[in-house]
Structure formats: C-alpha cells, structure tokens
C-alpha cells in the first residue's frame, strides 16, 4: 500500500515556464513533508521541506504547497531551467522518528 | 569532501555470494540509514541506526545485516544473495535532531546478482 503517491511519472515543461509537480498521501499521520530532486547515477538531494502546520514555503525558484484536507503537496519551480531536470521525490514523515515515505518519483525535462 | 560517500559504487555478484556495501558520513550526523530502490524506482528504507544503535528495521530478510562500528560508519553486509536483490541501495545520514528532518543521501551502489 502506496502512501505517498506521485502519479506522473513524467513532465515536459519549456524553459522559463513554470513546473508544477504534485504528490498525494494517504497516511493523515504525516506531519512533515519533503522535495528531493536526483540525477542519473546520483543520490537523491534535499530541495525544500514543509511542516503541516504551515501551507506554503518558499526558497528562491522553489515552492511547496500543502493541502491537509485534500492530502495534497506541489512543487512550483519558476522560472524553470534546462539543469532542473532530473527525477523529482516527494517524501513524507510521520509523528516521531525518522522514517521517510517515498513517492515514486516524477521525471522533469525542461526544454529549450 | 563528500559528505556521505558509499563503496563500491557498481557491484556485480553471482548468486549465493556473500557482499558488503560500506557507508561514511562527514557531516557529524547521529542517525544513518540505508535504503533499496528497486527496478520500478521505488524509494524504501530498509535500516536506520542512531549513535549505533539500530532504531528502524523493516522488514528485510535476514540475509542483511547492517553494522554501524562508530555513528559516522554504517555498512551492510548482505548473505546468500539472490536474483532479487539486484537493485540500487542507497545510504543516508540526517542529524537525528527533532527540528531537522532532511536525510542527505550518498551517490547509491548498483548491486547486480546474476
């Protein structure tokens, strides 16, 4: 049973236009959300995090915004860049503890 | 100056092997993990070790062991290996501080059982 859900595995998106990913979870326990972003033959990297006391946080061309009621996070990357393509995670915690739920990923190309 | 660096990098093994992946964070971290992602891209932890103590063990088969000797080592050690443990494992390391939660993965070992 999947709890962190990201049901496009793929977007294509110009440059300088804006990039929204999504997630969905299913788990209301989840407390504490986050974006990674990885490229081929790396390991996955911190982008942006979010509390589920907050619905929006923003750092420079990223931005992430949570629904509680729906179970719903974004990610916004504008204006988007050819080096923003790579395969985007979102991932979620809950309560106590350390424990991240992945998504699947989706892979961002950004095109000139 | 790698923050959280893994050996091997690529491991190709036959079947009913014995193997081990080594993992060493610089950042000062208390708490490390390994993860599997396998063929489909799936992201799953598998261990997580805090000061060497083991505080998350999902279910594994037996067949893996993980071993942290000090908090900025954690290897795994992995017995008997079959077909189906082919995939990319992944270690990381976080600050194991209730305000920080963001994990900072090392470069993943592509282990292939044939």
């Known amino acids: 049973d999947q709890q962190v859900k990201q049901n496009s595995p793929s977007l294509s998106v110009q440059e300088g236009r804006i990039s929204i990913l999504n997630c969905d979870y299913t788990?209301?326990?989840?407390?504490?959300f986050l974006w990674y972003k990885k490229y081929p033959a790396e390991g996955p990297t911190f982008l942006i995090s979010?509390?589920?006391?907050?619905d929006k946080n923003e750092d420079g061309r990223f931005t992430v915004f949570l629904n509680k009621s729906a179970k719903h996070l974004s990610l916004h990357i504008v204006p988007s860049q050819p080096g923003d393509s790579a395969v985007y995670f979102c991932a979620a915690k809950a309560g106590g503890g350390n424990k991240l739920t992945f998504g699947t990923g989706t892979q961002l190309k950004v095109e000139l | 100056d790698t923050a959280v660096s893994q050996t091997p990098k690529y491991l190709v093994t036959q079947m009913g092997n014995d193997k081990s992946i080594k993992c060493e964070q610089n950042l000062g971290h208390d708490t490390m993990y390994w993860y599997k992602q396998d063929s489909k891209k799936f992201l799953k932890i598998m261990f997580s070790?805090?000061?060497?103590?083991?505080?998350i063990n999902e279910t594994v088969p037996n067949r893996f062991s993980p071993k942290s000797p000090d908090k900025a080592h954690l290897n795994l050690h992995i017995n008997s290996l079959e077909l189906g443990d082919s995939a990319v494992y992944f270690c990381?390391?976080?600050?194991?501080?209730?305000?920080?939660?963001?994990?900072?993965f090392g470069p993943g070992t592509r282990l292939t059982v044939t």
């Open positions: 990381a390391s976080s600050q194991g501080d209730s305000r920080y939660y963001e994990q900072y």
């Open positions: 070790y805090n000061n060497k103590e083991l505080i």
């Open positions: 979010i509390s589920s006391i907050k």
């Open positions: 788990n209301s326990m989840f407390d504490y």
